[in-house]
């Protein structure tokens, strides 16, 4: 009777052990991002523009403008990148920005012509516009570009990140070329939020593929 005891306790106790973790704990090791940016990177309602005669026409971007707010669309872009292997690391954001550059700055660029809502170049110059940030980039405080980083003549929207994975420090910046106009206010608007989505999305891609270098 007594080893018969024994033996159901232990067989319990096997039972137990082989349960599947509950929910909550399970997703205790998805990636985990930590938000440690200054306060002015993380406020603001739709577009600021950045100070000094180098930056005039250049804005950050609020946080609010995307839906998810953009630190937990790079964590979930970043998890979907890396799959398993981010499971139980932690991201820790230290400085990050998104700006919309409207700079018109002198120069030669291709021209180009409008087919069903994209811009495609026609190998014409145009003598005056051009692209690329007006001020070199230690002028300029931030979303700074040069015109061969697009493909287009519409603003870019350029990403710049500082953090660390995993205890390892990394910095990605990403410029991405706007295909269409936009409304540009980052306020809600539909075309806004998906090509501020896609620069965000861009950031993880960049970053998951600076982790695995």
């Known amino acids: 009777m007594k080893k018969r005891v024994i033996r159901m306790f232990a067989l319990l106790g096997l039972l137990v052990f082989h349960q599947p973790l509950p929910a909550q704990e399970a997703s205790s090791q998805a990636l985990v991002a930590i938000d440690l940016r200054p306060q002015e990177e993380k406020e603001g309602l739709g577009l600021s523009e950045l100070s000094g005669k180098c930056n005039k026409g250049v804005f950050r971007i609020a946080d ?3 839906d998810p707010v ?3 669309a790079l964590r979930a872009g970043l998890a979907e990148q890396l799959g398993l292997a981010s499971d139980g690391k932690t991201l820790t954001v230290l400085n990050w920005s998104v ?4 700079q018109k700055p002198s120069g030669s660029f291709l021209e180009s012509v409008g087919v069903q809502g994209y811009d495609l170049p026609t190998g ?13 980039q230690k002028e300029s405080a931030g979303g700074w570009y040069e015109g061969s980083e697009v493909t287009t003549i519409v603003p870019p929207i ?3 990140f500082t953090g660390t994975y995993g205890g ?7 410029v991405h070329s706007v295909r269409r106009k936009i ?7 539909a075309d806004d939020t998906e090509e ?4 965000v999305s861009e950031t993880a891609e960049a970053l998951a593929a600076a982790i695995v270098k």
């Open 64 to 66: 609010v403008a995307t």
């Open 70 to 72: 953009k630190v937990e």
């Open 99 to 102: 700006y919309y550059n409207k």
């Open 124 to 136: 014409k110059k145009k003598e005056k516009g051009g692209a690329g940030s007006k001020c070199s």
């Open 158 to 160: 350029i990403s710049e």
């Open 168 to 174: 390892k420090p990394f910095n990605v910046r990403v």
């Open 183 to 189: 409304d540009g206010k980052f306020k809600g608007a």
């Open 196 to 199: 501020l989505l896609a620069t």
